[in-house]
């Protein structure tokens, strides 16, 4: 068993609104953090203030261990719109998509980010689909060239089961896409109502490469978003989650994302509290 620590604990840069870099880092300052997971797409379509965001972190000895991209057309309005729109779904992105994976591993490549993390969309979770093998080819070819980078690709979880996810990866290494993991997050299991995220978390654990922290209530109504809440506020049982891990000998980063309320520097810094307490 490996013990968790504070140590661990790094934030996704889009959680404050970051006007830049320097802003950024002064963040971490306040929370006492240094690591982070960068939202990558701003360093080569934003160049004049991100660009040169390795360097400008690394003075304020900040690590990125990270990255993550979003997919064009994303539309998360309500359930069935990112249904629809969401990852590498939609057929008439893809080749959108496929230029953007291009961008980002030239980014991944210059910042020798080991990890980039993004949602593939809504997987089936039937081989005999008729979108699974097109799938397995498509998200095979984007892993594949972030291979050419030496990374790893990670599947974000909440929009699909823990049994649909692990069959997807599994298909995956059949096509020489090994190089594939996941970013555990178990708010999203209940935003989604994708299952139990303590059950989910053991049967993934062993292709868990980084842990989002994030809390958050299952919905009540099917079909409808479920609500994000502070740390310690939901429905997610921290202590075996944690146990879960410590368990597995999860040597990985815990990632604090939070995507709302009015307080989101305050809301971390509740979250590193309650859950070094825990550890």
Known sequence: MTKLTPAQFGICSWSTHPKDPEDLAGRLKELGLTKIQLYVTPVYAETAVW???QAD??????TIVSGMFGTKGEDYSTMETIRKTGGFVPDEHWPANW?????????????????????AGFLPGDKKHPSFAKLVDRIGKVARHFATANA???????????DTLWQ??????????????????????????????????????????????????RTKTPGAWGTEVPIGEGEVDWKSFMKVLAEADYKGDLVIEREAGQDRVGDVRKAIERLSKLM
């Open 99 to 119: 230029e953007t994976v291009q961008r980002v591993v030239e980014v991944t490549k210059k910042l020798r980010i080991p990890y980039v993390s993004s949602h």
């Open 152 to 162: 790893t690709l990670l599947f974000e979880t909440g929009q699909e089961t823990a």
């Open 51 to 53: 660009g040169n965001a």
């Open 57 to 62: 972190l690394a003075k304020h000895g900040v």
């Open 168 to 217: 997807f990866l599994a298909a995956l290494d059949e096509v020489g896409a090994s190089n594939t993991g996941v970013n555990f997050d178990p708010a999203n299991m209940l935003l989604y109502d994708k299952g139990d995220p303590i059950a989910s978390l053991r049967k993934l654990v062993p292709r868990v490469k980084q842990v989002h922290i994030k809390d958050g209530i």
